[in-house]
């Protein structure tokens, strides 16, 4: 007995992938054993921490509403993979094939001439009552009858040693993502036994999806364009979307990205229209279309139903395709199998009956014992109820539900999962332990219709010893499932198609408008987060320092109430300080701008390079830790001056790590504009509150504008009115200034101006040459005196203001004519 072995158990009642019944290896898994007793326990936990870091570094996600580790809760993987023999894969690779063909039939039937419902293979209440059942569907013929493009099956082994089927996945079936990215990280930590096992490849599954899309897509001639669609960020497989987009080599898109013109589907990008040919979604059917289906609904394309009936667009999943997923059909499938392609379903499912059969209720009602009880729709809010751990009153009032609404139940034998091994680095060996698990099959269909099931799957592990059900949402882990080859693997992974020399791309042709639009606000969050945690240094340090400049504090204090980063009300000083930093519900606050920046990131993830995610991620795990109940104002300004470092960061990555296109150019548009409607702001709101000769003040102003060192080595004197105000507003080397901000963004928008043939914009360009002419001169003639003095600094502080307002309309009209292609008539209109 291996010492791996030594605490592994053996028990009777389940089936285990490791070891028979005699608790003899399996064939198939010794050579992985023999590895695992040649290699330490420092080498096993090595490979463990290399998976890890591959997740975290690749940041692959599963989002747990509501989880204490976050909304980006890093997926789990563990080290051994599941095996299985070439022999008992053909028999499950069959088994999924004939029944994703089945399915497809069926939903044939159902949006069809409805035959199985009208001979009564189907009960009517079990459709007709599902709510993705989809009546304005009735009717509509996707391209070659492929109603069922994706489909997933969710398979367990029974203690007999029988695979069986729990679950259908119809709609948008997710996980393949998922087992591409556990593959690859794997075979890299396991790379030696990757090879000598022959494990079939994953790629034939991807490219025949691929292919079959591009194919049936109804493109009429034209080069055809499929997009993802994906409900956004907060749906737990977000990562998956865009791993997926980025494999598949399609545009990640949301509902908003999309619209319907005369029945056919369009992408809004940043050149324009763009005519989309088909949709893999990864959106619930009734969310789809806010006219034709769930009119609540944010997250669909309002006019897509239509464009499907029309046969302008392919939807795949075809839309109503959930109707399936009802655990109520299983029971039903092998007389449809029968009826239609005269076949005995190979992949045979758990037993499962629909309670809205008086036979079947009587019985589930008379012996409860080894049954699920599960919801018939997925519109029923309750977890599956586990007979046997019911107690006699729960038990009771279960029945009472049973009998009064039977027609919304199931009742399924509790399967018995098997039990595969895990390996947990504890002792000075490290020990194998089991754990319950499930399968998720995937099969394609190609454009012939036929279906291929990727040699693999994603297997999932329960998350403890005595789980009875294995899910990801109760924080189960995820297993790469290996199926071995009994000769050379044929086929080949996935790589990138060649590329010639022809095909080379400059600029992204299907550049979401949402994507610019965020990338634009990207660039306006970290502008505003570093200007206000500038500002609000400024203050605490003046304020923190006992010998400070009284007069330099409050004009700092003045500028902060004035600009609205410090809360008005009664509260001591001390405190609205702290809330300008921390207070989430002040919308001003440091904090609740910090956390736009990371909604406005999260958006453009797929555009962002690894490191540049990290480090915001990093951001936002400083900003969780401060405590805004024990903070005092020493931490917080330790903080500000950590944060500063990170902003300069993202500045960093923003100039040096992306690439120069037309997103990028927005981002930067973005932080220009706001760098010159906050400053313009700040030293007119500075001007006008008469510190302008205070060297106090006008040494927190060099601060402000991170000048001060820039003036020390220029001048090797104090602050002073005349060159401080012509560092920061006029002095066109200084990256910091408003005219060197001023001439960038003329740049940028006159590159709009000749890409797009938008109109050009001149007046923040008029305001800037009146500003460039102020002559410095009129605050040091003497004819002036005080008087006149103050109101040439009245007018300058004006003219600021004017800057101000013009950048913050540029910024109205930029979004109106990029991101919501409002046109310049439509645009007076709107205005008006």
């Not at 398979?155 to 690859?184: F, I, K, M, V």
């Not at 609205?576 to 609740?592: G, I, K, T």
């Amino acid at each position: 007995m291996s010492e791996l072995l030594a605490h592994y158990p053996l028990t009777a009642t389940a089936y285990h992938e490791l070891l028979d019944a005699a608790g003899g290896v399996r064939p198939h898994w010794q050579r992985l054993l023999q590895q695992l007793e040649r290699s330490s326990a420092a080498q096993l936990r090595q490979r463990q921490a290399l998976l890890a870091r591959q997740i975290q570094e690749n940041g692959v996600t599963y989002n747990v509403y509501a989880d204490p580790k976050g909304a980006d809760r890093p997926w789990e993987l563990d080290l051994l993979p599941n095996l299985l023999s070439a022999p008992e894969w053909e028999q499950i690779a069959a088994g999924v094939a004939q029944r994703a063909r089945l399915l497809n039939a069926v939903l044939a039937d159902l949006y069809g001439e409805q035959r199985l419902l009208s001979e009564g293979l189907l009960p009517s209440e079990l459709v007709y009552g599902h709510p993705n059942f989809l009546w304005p569907s009735v009717g509509i013929q996707p391209p070659a009858g492929i109603f069922l493009h994706s489909y997933a099956a969710d398979l367990a082994r029974d203690a007999d040693g029988r695979w069986h089927l729990l679950a259908d996945r119809t709609q948008a079936p997710s996980g393949a993502g998922y087992a591409l990215e556990n593959r690859q990280i794997v075979s890299r930590a396991l790379p030696e036994l990757y090879r000598e096992l022959r494990v079939q490849y994953l790629a034939g599954y991807f490219r025949t999806l691929q292919e079959t899309l591009s194919r049936l897509a109804p493109s009429e001639g034209e080069t055809p364009l499929v997009v993802l669609l994906t409900p956004g960020r907060f749906n737990e497989t977000y990562f998956e979307h865009l791993y997926l987009a980025r494999q598949l080599g399609f545009p990640l898109v949301e509902g908003h990205d999309l619209t319907v013109r005369d029945a056919t589907l369009y992408l809004k990008t940043l050149g324009g229209l763009k005519r989309v040919h088909a949709v893999l979604r990864r959106l619930d059917d009734d969310f789809c279309d806010p006219l034709e289906l769930r009119t609540d609904s944010a997250l669909g394309v309002p006019g897509l139903l239509d464009a499907v009936r029309r046969g302008r667009v392919l939807v795949a999943n075809a839309l109503g395709s959930g109707v399936l997923e009802s655990p109520g059909l299983l029971g039903f499938l092998p007389a449809i199998s029968r009826r239609l392609f005269a076949e005995e379903l190979t992949l045979p499912a758990i037993d499962s009956a629909w309670c809205g059969q008086p036979q079947v209720l009587a019985r589930t009602l008379e012996d409860m014992a080894g049954l699920v009880i599960k919801p018939a729709f997925p519109s029923q809010s309750f977890e599956p109820l586990f007979a046997h751990a019911l107690d006699p009153a729960a038990r009771a009032e279960l029945c009472q539900r049973l009998r009064a609404q039977p027609h919304a139940y199931v009742a399924q034998r509790q399967a018995q999962l098997s039990q595969a091994p895990i390996w947990q680095g504890r002792g000075p060996r490290g020990e194998l332990q089991s754990r319950a698990i499930g399968m998720r099959v995937f099969a394609v269909a190609s454009s012939d219709g036929r279906y291929w099931v990727m040699p693999g799957g994603l297997t999932r592990v329960a998350s403890a010893a005595d789980a009875e059900v294995v899910s990801m949402q109760r924080g189960g882990a995820s297993k790469d499932t290996w199926v071995l080859a009994d000769r050379p693997v044929s086929g080949e992974p996935l790589r990138p198609r060649n590329i010639g020399a022809r095909e080379l791309i400059r600029q992204d042709p299907y550049l979401p408008s949402r994507v610019v639009e965020n990338l634009f606000w990207f660039g306006r969050y970290a502008e505003r987060c570093d200007d206000n945690a500038r500002l609000l240094r400024v203050v605490l340090s003046r304020y923190v320092d006992a010998d400070g400049d009284e007069q330099a504090l409050r004009s700092a204090l003045e500028l902060a109430s004035a600009i609205g980063l410090l809360p008005p009300g009664e509260a001591p000083l001390e405190q609205r300080l702290l809330d300008a930093l921390l207070d989430e519900d002040w919308p001003n606050s440091l904090c609740a701008n910090l956390r736009r920046l990371h909604w406005a990131a999260a958006q453009v993830r797929g555009r962002l390079s690894r490191e540049n995610w990290l480090a915001l991620l990093d951001l936002q795990r400083d900003v969780q830790a401060l405590d805004a109940r024990r903070t005092d104002l020493g931490e917080a300004l330790d903080f500000l001056n950590r944060l500063l470092m990170s902003l300069a960061a993202l500045s960093g990555f923003a100039l040096d790590d992306m690439t120069r296109d037309d997103g990028w150019r927005f981002l930067m548009i973005g932080r220009r504009i706001e760098r010159i409607q906050f400053f313009a702001d700040a030293v007119a709101g500075f001007l006008e509150g008469g510190a302008a000769w205070d060297a106090g003040a006008l040494e927190w102003l060099l601060e402000l504008g991170n000048c001060t060192i820039t003036y020390r080595s220029r001048y090797l004197a104090g602050p002073q009115l005349i060159p401080v105000l012509d560092l920061l507003l006029l002095h066109e080397q200084n990256p910091h200034s408003l005219h060197f901000q001023l001439l960038a963004l003329e740049r940028s928008l006159e590159r709009l101006h000749q890409e797009f043939a938008a109109p050009p914009e001149r007046e923040l360009g008029q305001i800037g040459a009146r500003l460039l002419a102020f002559d410095f001169a009129t605050l040091e003639n003497p004819l002036f005196g005080s008087a006149g003095v103050d109101e040439v600094l009245a007018g300058l502080a004006g003219l600021l203001r004017e800057l101000a307002r013009g950048t913050g309309q540029l910024s109205d009209r930029l979004g109106l004519r990029y991101f919501a292609h409002v046109d310049d008539i439509s645009q007076r209109t709107v205005s008006t």
